[in-house]
T-cell receptor
């Protein structure tokens, strides 16, 4: 069975703190893709990153970084020096060989001034 | 720069009424999706259309029907609305048919309340 677990339901930090959002997945597929999406208070979901199972290199985009580790089946997302505009719900998603898309339940991040 | 457009943005219905949620994308994407989002339950797939002319059920299709009118448009119909269908509905699209590895692009959502 395929599964995505975002164990942190809600996180609250103070501006400028670093914060890591966890995503743990389960799949038996050898080829799969992992995604992160952001849903700000305005409601729309925005695609952030896609990673395939053969590429374990970490990725950095400005204050955002992603750590993909197959050994622990994790694809964690770190925001460095968080800002109020980072307040959102963040979703992790798994896409495997069977074309099913498995979404995590999301982590609600509140960044307080 | 429209992307995925959903109408209406808000709607209140009485139990038993019917309505159609509209979705259109201008990115020439092949695949389109309808999700519902409820507190604590994440995103659940209602129906999807891998390409023009095809539709398939997702996790929670009961009480809904869909029409892939053309490549651009994918509508979701509630024939007889029930309070359990109170939710936020999202339409999404992705570029390549049958390829789940593609990023999805989402509309702004429709907030639907059934009284």
């Amino acid at each position: 069975a395929q599964k995505v677990t975002q164990a942190q339901t809600e996180i609250s930090v103070v501006e400028k703190e670093d914060v890591t959002l966890d995503c743990v997945y389960e799949t038996r597929d050898t080829t799969y893709y992992l995604f992160w999406y952001k849903q700000p208070p305005s409601g729309e979901l925005v695609f952030l990153i896609r990673r395939n199972s053969f590429d374990e290199q970490n990725e950095i985009s400005g204050r955002y970084s992603w750590n993909f580790q197959k050994s622990t089946s994790s694809f964690n997302f770190t925001i460095t020096a968080s800002q109020v505009v980072d307040s959102a719900v963040y979703f992790c998603k798994l896409a495997g060989n069977n074309r099913k898309l498995i979404w995590g339940l999301g982590t609600s991040l509140a960044v307080n001034p | 720069n429209a992307g995925v457009t959903q109408t209406p943005k808000f709607q209140v219905l009485k139990t038993g009424q019917s309505m159609t949620l509209q979705c259109a994308q201008d990115m020439n994407h092949n695949s389109m999706y309808w999700y519902r989002q409820d507190p604590g339950m994440g995103l659940r797939l209602i129906y999807y259309s891998a390409s023009e002319g095809t539709t398939d059920k997702g996790e929670v299709p009961n009480g809904y029907n869909v029409s892939r009118l053309n490549k651009r448009e994918f509508s979701l119909r509630l024939e007889s609305a029930a309070p359990s269908q109170t939710s936020v509905y999202f339409c999404a699209s992705s570029e390549i048919p049958g390829q789940s590895n593609q990023p999805q692009h989402f509309g702004d959502g429709t907030r639907l309340s059934i009284l």
